[in-house]
């Protein structure tokens, strides 16, 4: 499986951005996609998660009200629309696949999941 992150970029204090994870060599049935970050000198944290059928959400609080996870899975692709973004959201962002749910992907270490993808910069200057 390839989970392949874009949507990155460079943006201004309360902008917006939408990042998408595509993956592609085999359907993810039953797996909770996810969104993790890594900012510069600091541990990997999650963001947010999403169930495979996309009922069920799970965030990190420093993101809840701004961020939102969605998910197409026809186009196998997961996607985190990130509003009201902050200097402190600054970070490599990393999408991650695992056979789990939303909230087990947000308490599990971040070392655990199944699947990762590279990284996309997000940039927000202040």
């Known amino acids: 499986v390839q989970l392949q992150a874009s949507g990155g970029g460079l943006v201004q204090a309360g902008g917006s951005l939408r990042l998408s994870c595509a993956a592609s060599g085999r359907t993810l049935i039953s797996y909770a996609m996810g969104w993790f970050r890594q900012a510069p000198g600091k541990e990997r944290e999650f963001v947010a998660a999403i169930s495979w059928s996309g009922g069920t959400t799970y965030s990190a609080d420093s993101v809840k009200g701004r961020f939102t996870i969605s998910r197409d899975n026809a186009k196998n692709t997961v996607y985190l629309q990130m509003n009201s973004l902050k200097p402190e959201d600054t970070a490599v962002y990393y999408c991650?696949?695992?056979?789990?749910?939303?909230?087990?992907?947000?308490?599990?270490?971040?070392?655990?999941?199944?699947?990762w993808g590279k990284g996309t910069l997000v940039t927000v200057s202040s």
């Open positions: 991650a696949a695992d056979r789990t749910t939303a909230q087990a992907m947000g308490v599990r270490p971040y070392y655990g999941m199944d699947y």
